[in-house]
């Protein structure tokens, strides 16, 4: 098999949940452009998106919503490859203090819980045909949280880093790879609200918030967050052949935030 052959992902079927927005579009245009047969799930479905046949609405922080989506793939012959990228935080800013019990429930539903749903349900299919891929999106902030204002993200995010290893481990033998991403900042829509959302809090400049979150990860000595396209280009190798030896791994691409030990 050539390098190039080893690159391509022709006719796998793959789901990437978050897959319309940021890194989750990025993800889906890269896979897609290297043959693989893409679905991806979003509460709502863009307006004029383009591939409306391979799209799941649902939400998949809800029991439902996986449900939904699960149905879906189980149907169309289950999946060869899972990216889980969905994920994000809404917690106000001002410490431990200012959580509610309710926040931390909603920001495990979504950063942690549903993926581990969406793997009970799709992982058997992917054992019964001895081959699969899984990605588990993690964050830097597991390592680093920004207990100022995202605390229950960070808590989530390090459940799902640890839930992955232990699958990663289980289910190896049986052919199927699972490994997670750790991003730090990525320049997205959504980075631009978070930073919004610290400017109100603290009534200070968007660019001020900005360099806030600088400081609180210690800088970033690469001197800027990563783009989507080069989360997607990292995802395309570990879901590929090029990775089949790599398992339960996380790899790290945050630009230097994360000190070597």
């Known amino acids: 098999m050539s390098h190039e052959d080893r690159d ?5 079927r793959t789901l990437v949940t978050g897959g319309t927005k940021g890194a989750g579009a990025a993800v889906a245009r ?11 799930s979003a509460r709502s479905m863009p307006e ?6 391979r799209f799941i609405a649902a939400d998949t922080s809800t029991k439902a919503g996986t449900d939904l989506v699960a149905e879906a793939l189980t149907k169309a012959g289950g999946v060869d490859i899972l990216v889980h990228v969905v994920g994000g935080s809404s917690t106000p ?3 431990f203090a200012a959580i509610p019990e309710e926040q931390w429930i909603a920001e495990l539903q979504l950063n942690f819980l549903g993926a581990a749903r969406l793997d009970h349900a799709l992982i058997p299919g992917m054992i019964a045909k001895g081959a699969g891929v899984v990605l588990h999106f993690t964050s830097i902030q597991r390592e680093l949280p920004l207990w100022e204002s995202t605390l229950p993200y960070a808590a989530a995010k390090a459940a799902l880093r640890t839930y992955s ?16 991403i750790s991003p730090g900042g990525i320049r997205t829509e959504g980075t ?17 918030a900005a360099q806030s979150v600088l400081d609180a990860l210690g800088g970033v000595p690469l001197g800027r967050f990563a783009e989507t396209e080069e989360i997607a280009d990292l995802v395309a190798f570990l879901v590929s052949d090029r990775a089949s030896a790599i398992v339960g791994t996380e790899v790290v691409i945050d630009g230097g935030t994360v000190p070597t030990v």
């Open 165 to 180: 290893k232990g699958l990663a481990t289980e289910v190896a033998p049986r052919g199927v790879r699972v490994n997670a």
């Open 8 to 12: 391509r992902l022709d006719g796998r």
């Open 30 to 40: 890269r896979l897609r452009e290297l043959g693989a047969d893409v679905y991806v």
């Open 48 to 53: 004029g998106y383009e591939y409306p046949e």
């Open 93 to 95: 800013a001002g410490g």
């Open 192 to 208: 631009e609200v978070f930073y919004d959302r610290i400017a109100a809090a603290n009534g200070i400049s968007r660019d001020e």
